[in-house]
């Protein structure tokens, strides 16, 4: 749905949702993401065009930035096994540039609560299943931040001047890792709607 704010197109999505047990809530809620104006609103609740507007127009300056932040986003399709082959390019790639090795990654199982992939140890590395969803160059940098972890454990300075000996514009691109990590965006709902074909 597109809706005209100070004469600018707005793309607009609604989120239908049921209220969660217990917790009943009866507020419309939103978030920016992928361009669009992505509204949460509890299932049977009655929203008009005119009252979507009232919302984004209250907090326009804001929301205009974050379109304008978001608007190169997107998510993909792509299986574990075609996210594998991905991971392991990049892991050769980055063994070669870093001169680090890695010892062994993996996809968890599961998805992984609020992180996209860890390093333990010396070069064990774990991917969140979830990045089978992230666009290839957010992929990227997620190995690259990871490998860069085999040098050092803490996000401290020495970490970020590493990072960015490897990846061009490091603190931009793992800016744009941290724009995916609203996991509720990667709901079924919200994937149809913004998923492209690789
Ligand atoms: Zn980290």
Redesign the pocket.
């Known amino acids: 749905m597109i809706i005209t704010i100070f004469n600018k197109e707005v793309e607009v999505f609604i989120m239908w949702k049921d209220n969660v047990a217990g917790l009943y809530s009866f507020y419309i809620s939103y978030k920016v993401m992928f361009g669009k104006v992505i509204f949460t609103v509890p299932e049977g609740e009655k929203v008009g065009i005119v009252q979507l507007a009232d919302i984004i127009m209250q907090d326009w300056e804001t929301i205009e930035k974050q379109i304008e932040k978001t608007k190169d986003m997107y998510l993909v399709k792509r299986t574990r096994h075609e996210l594998f082959l991905l991971l392991k390019k990049y892991v050769k790639k980055y063994e070669q540039i870093m001169g680090v090795k890695v010892v062994r990654f993996k996809i968890s199982p599961k998805p992984m609560k609020d992180i996209w992939a860890n390093?333990r140890g010396r070069g064990y590395l774990t991917f969140n299943c979830q990045c089978t969803q992230l666009p290839e160059r957010v992929i990227e940098a997620v190995v690259v931040?990871?490998m860069t972890?085999i040098f050092y454990k803490d996000?401290s300075r020495r970490?970020w001047d590493k990072f960015e000996e490897f990846l061009p514009e490091a603190r931009k691109r793992d800016e744009e890792i941290d724009l995916y990590t609203d996991y509720e965006l990667l709901d079924e709902e919200v994937k149809r709607y913004v998923e492209q074909e690789v």
Do not use: A, V
């Open positions: 390093c931040h990871e972890h996000h970490f």
